[in-house]
């Protein structure tokens, strides 16, 4: 089972049932490297019927051993899963990086991500539990968590690795069983990830994968009358789409839909220490990132100073090929570069940007972008407001705090927001203030936090994923009252 790359699994096959399989039409979908926009592969057009296939495989298995396994027996398998990943760290990156076009620095970490997930997965199977809660003389009452059966988990293309590992991993982890697809412009460590999944001793059945298209493979699995739970990430259209899928069937939505996560630089800030994180949080896999923070606020007493500072990192920044690990490297597809272009031809009443430069190393062909800062933007611009999905960031100044709230909060979206200041009660505040699901103090994104709770209001969806709380959700509370007098 080889071919041109040297994987260990059939890229054209669906795996479903433990094994291996074509798919039911014959069709296959191409891979294209975005680096060269050379093709890499192709892969199965997952169908209805594939769905269907993994759905009852799912089903199955969720009905026998998995389904009563003890958590030190699912802990167990995820501990070795997670060892294996860490063993295949190189060959993971590669593919990743020539499947979504992410330099090679940022793929390791998302292949050191995805086994994080998988050990911390690992040792909390043990760890969560019901309650025992005071009631009426002559009762005792406990509460139950219990998985809810078959899970479907519908992944884009950015980040295949760290988004398998908090969703599947966290299902698994609470004795769900799985039907993943991947996104059709990237799923080659999905299908790597279900071939070490077998190999850690994963029975057949518990994680299923079938690649295809969204409207096709994706909106059957979201519709499927025998899921019992969905999970997505990926645009707030598609969300939206995915959410009325689920509806007739009453299952639990997870959507993990993007924002336009803002930085807030205050005059008391630690300017240095904070051009990194401002800079980092908006090119990293080329701006593709639903967490990105792509609006900087900073207030007018340092905003000359930063903007001289970040200019000066941006002008030296350089673009290439994902293998050849440059700052930022190629959009996932020429659409995606198109898309980010359009937004760009909106800004033409803004001063020129600064820019990054695309490398020679660069072909002609990849779907390469120079990522471009804008400074001086109004607040209420397109590119202040929509999310833009590419290496773009915009500096708005403001006057005082509450006006930086203001801004801050001023979009459809709240997913990440961070504070840059030395005032403890101003962090405090706007901890408070800020509309997101995370925010950060002096610093953004902390490392990637495998343990800490993530997810999204308004726009950037609802539902909690990673650490704890990912195990909520991915079980249900049954009450037992016993009355023994
Ligand atoms: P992005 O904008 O990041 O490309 P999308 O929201 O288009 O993300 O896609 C994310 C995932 O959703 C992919 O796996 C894609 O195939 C899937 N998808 C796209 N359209 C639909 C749909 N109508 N129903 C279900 N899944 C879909």
């Known amino acids: 089972m080889k071919n041109a790359l040297s994987l260990p699994f059939a890229s054209d096959h669906c795996f479903i049932g433990g094994v291996w399989r074509e798919g039911a039409l014959s069709d296959r979908l191409p891979l294209l490297d975005p680096s060269t926009a050379q093709p890499l592969c192709e892969i199965a057009r997952g169908s209805t019927a594939d769905i269907d296939a993994a759905v009852a495989a ?129 799923c080659l460590t999905a299908l790597m990830f279900a071939e070490l999944a077998r190999q850690a001793g994963l029975p057949d059945g518990v994680l299923n994968v079938v690649p295809g298209l969204g409207e096709e493979a994706g909106a059957a699995l979201a519709a499927h009358p025998q899921i019992n739970h969905i999970s997505f990430t990926g645009s707030v259209s598609v969300g939206a789409k995915i959410q009325a899928g689920a509806a007739p069937n009453i299952v639990p939505v997870t959507l993990e839909l993007g924002g336009k996560s803002p930085q807030l630089i205050f005059d008391d800030a630690d300017i240095d220490a904070a051009i990194p994180f401002l800079i980092n949080a908006g090119i990293q896999n080329a701006g593709q990132t639903c967490s990105a923070s792509s609006r900087l606020l900073v207030q007018r007493g340092v905003y000359v100073q930063v903007v001289e500072k970040l200019s000066a990192r941006y002008s030296a920044l350089r673009v290439g090929p994902a293998l050849e690990d440059f700052d930022v490297g190629p959009l996932i597809s020429q659409a995606q570069q198109a898309l980010v272009e359009s937004f760009i031809a909106q800004a033409s009443d803004l001063a020129a940007p600064v820019r990054g430069a695309i490398t020679d190393h660069a072909s002609n062909n990849g779907f390469y972008f120079a990522p471009a800062l804008y400074t001086d933007v109004p607040a209420g611009h397109i590119l202040a407001q929509q999310e833009i999905f590419g290496p773009v960031q915009v500096v708005i100044p403001f006057d005082d705090e509450q006006q930086a709230v203001d801004i801050a909060n001023g979009t459809d979206f709240g997913l990440v927001a961070s504070v840059w200041s030395a005032h403890g009660g101003r962090q405090m505040r706007l901890a408070k203030a800020l509309k997101a699901g995370q925010i950060f103090i002096n610093n953004y994104g902390a490392g990637g936090g495998v343990e800490l709770p993530f997810g999204g209001i308004g726009k950037s969806g609802h539902g909690r994923e990673k650490g704890f709380e990912a195990l909520y959700g991915f079980s249900t509370l049954k009450t037992v009252a016993a009355h023994h007098g």
């Open 58 to 186: 799912a089903k199955v298995a969720h009905e026998g051993p998995w389904g009563r396994s003890t958590a030190l027996e699912r802990g167990r398998v995820l501990a070795k899963l997670g060892q294996l990943i860490l063993e295949h760290t190189e060959q993971l990156a590669r593919l990743e990086a020539c499947d979504v076009g992410k330099p090679l620095t940022q793929a390791r970490a998302d292949a050191l991500a995805l086994a994080r997930y998988l050990e911390f997965y690992a040792g909390a199977a043990d760890k969560i539990h019901g309650e025992t809660l005071p009631y009426l003389d002559g009762y005792t009452v406990y509460t139950l968590r219990e998985p809810h059966g078959v899970t479907g988990h519908i992944i884009p293309w950015n980040y295949p690795m760290q988004i398998i590992g908090r969703s599947v991993g966290a299902a698994l982890t609470m004795g769900n069983t799985c039907v993943l697809k991947p996104a059709e412009q990237a």
